[in-house]
Nanobody, 124 residues
Framework: QVQLVESGGGSVQTGGSLRLSCEVSGIGYSGNCVGWFRQVPGKEREGVASVGTGDSTTYAPSVKGRFTMTRDDAKNTLYLEMNSLKPEDTAMYYC??????????????????WGQGTQVTVSS
């Protein structure tokens, strides 16, 4: 059974930092792309960061320079380091893994497996 379990969400003030983790089990995703997405109620889910084969990365313009995504395939864990957080970063954050795509991508349709989400709230 495939499972992606996020942790590390919480409430911080503007300018603060959080580190999200995502433990992946049940699939061999090494070499395939993995990503973080976020969603605010009433809005579409948006891609935040992705890491593909060869540790190639891509970030949404709104988080570039503030967020860093890494993967530790030995531990089957993904991370999203979030710095200089802003109120507009408030959302439910989801990790995702692709069953076949190797290139880093923020396009949701390339992802096959999803976690249940962890809430991030940034107050001004």
């Amino acid at each position: 059974q495939v499972q992606l379990v996020e942790s590390g969400g919480g409430s911080v003030q503007t300018g603060g930092s959080l580190r999200l983790s995502c433990e992946v089990s049940g699939i061999g995703y090494s070499g395939n792309c993995v990503g973080w997405f976020r969603q605010v109620p009433g809005k579409e889910r948006e891609g935040v960061a992705s890491v593909g084969t060869g540790d190639s990365t891509t970030y949404a313009p709104s988080v570039k320079g503030r967020f860093t995504m890494t993967r530790d395939d030995a531990k089957n864990t993904l991370y999203l380091e979030m710095n200089s957080l802003k109120p507009e970063d408030t959302a439910m954050y989801y990790c995702a893994a692709s069953a076949y795509s190797r290139k880093a991508t923020l396009t949701e349709r390339f992802y096959s497996y999803w976690g249940q989400g962890t809430q991030v709230t940034v107050s001004s």
